[in-house]
């Protein structure tokens, strides 16, 4: 069965850095593209970026192009992201799947609070 387990999250500074890592199992991982999504209580999922099978090629909200940093580890099953110059409206919990899926994980909080 398809499972992902998010971690890394916390509670940092404004203009802090954190690194999530998402470990994924239950398919063959290398064969997807994948994203990460975060939530604030009230509003809508976002969809933050994606990445390509081979990592050869990521997309990113308009909010988080040039602070965030999307990669993966395909012989680790492990998709990540790289968060600098973290802002307040960055809180959320962070979620990553693969487009379509029907599944999700717990996610990881990420509160940015000084």
């Known amino acids: 069965q398809v499972q992902f387990v998010e971690s890394g999250g916390g509670l940092v500074q404004p203009g802090g850095s954190l690194r999530l890592s998402c470990s994924a199992s239950g398919f063959t991982f290398s064969s997807y593209a994948m994203s990460w999504y975060r939530q604030t209580p009230g509003k809508e999922r976002e969809l933050v970026a994606s990445?390509?099978?081979?990592?050869?090629?990521?997309n990113y909200a308009d909010s988080v192009k040039g602070r965030f940093t999307i990669s993966r580890d395909n012989a680790k099953d492990t998709l990540y992201l790289q968060m600098n110059s973290l802002k307040a409206e960055d809180t959320a919990v962070y979620y990553c799947?693969?487009?379509?899926?029907?599944?999700w994980g717990q996610g990881t909080q990420v509160t940015v609070s000084s």
């Open positions: 799947n693969k487009p379509w899926s029907v599944y």
């Open positions: 990445i390509s099978d081979t990592g050869g090629s990521t």
